[in-house]
């Protein structure tokens, strides 16, 4: 099987994680994409819980289960939550699928941070979506919308439903575990 594996801290995962999904999906030899929310941010980026954002993500997958899965890999990966933790400890658990990494254009400028970045690429092919905002010859496709989980978090606690911005099964799971409270 071939597989995409679409990390991110997805605090919360909205449309712009949705789309970027569906494109890989629709254009790449991809038979399915997997969300993988980070469990520890590498760079001490806050989070709201683990089980809270798999829940977040699952919801996001409601009506493309068949093709859009999460994986909750990153939780069982001893480590510092860097990519190449995450792939040297599930390309064994999946000998016969063949992974690719799917980042977008936004982040080319932090890969010097990443840690092991040529053995990433030697593990898995990387596939760079265009961002709206952040164009780059390196990437594909048409820019995907710049959507910011700060914003939508934001607009949370200020009591705002980001509607356009977030699946309604998404906005659901927020409220039933009254995620990003009110200031």
């Not at 999904?21 to 790449?28: E, F, K, W």
């Not at 994986?71 to 995450?86: D, F, H, K, P, Y």
């Not at 690429?121 to 496709?141: E, F, H, K, M, N």
């Not at 607009?155 to 799971?173: I, K």
Request: aromatic share 8%; charged share 20%; proline share 9%.
């Amino acid at each position: 099987m071939n597989v995409a594996l679409l990390g991110g801290s997805f605090n919360p995962p909205h449309v712009g994680h949705l789309l970027a999904a569906m494109y890989v999906r629709s254009t790449l030899p991809v038979d399915q994409v997997w969300l993988v929310p980070s469990f520890h941010h590498p760079f001490g980026k806050a989070l709201a819980p683990f089980e809270d954002r798999v829940a977040m993500c699952e919801a996001l997958t409601v009506d493309s289960k068949e093709w859009l899965k999460v994986s909750r890999a990153e939780s069982q990966v001893q480590g510092e939550g860097r990519t190449i933790e995450l792939l040297e400890w599930l390309l064994p658990q999946h000998p016969h699928d063949t992974f690719r990494w799917i980042i977008g254009s936004d982040i080319l400028a932090d890969l010097p941070k990443w840690k092991a970045w040529d053995r990433i690429q030697a593990l898995v092919q990387v596939t760079v979506l265009q961002r709206s905002g952040y164009p780059s010859d390196q990437a594909i496709g048409p820019p995907i919308p710049e959507v910011s989980s700060t914003q939508i978090r934001k607009a949370l606690e200020e009591g705002r439903e980001p509607t356009a911005l977030v699946p309604r099964p998404v906005l659901q799971v927020i409220s039933e575990r009254k995620l990003y409270p009110r200031r």
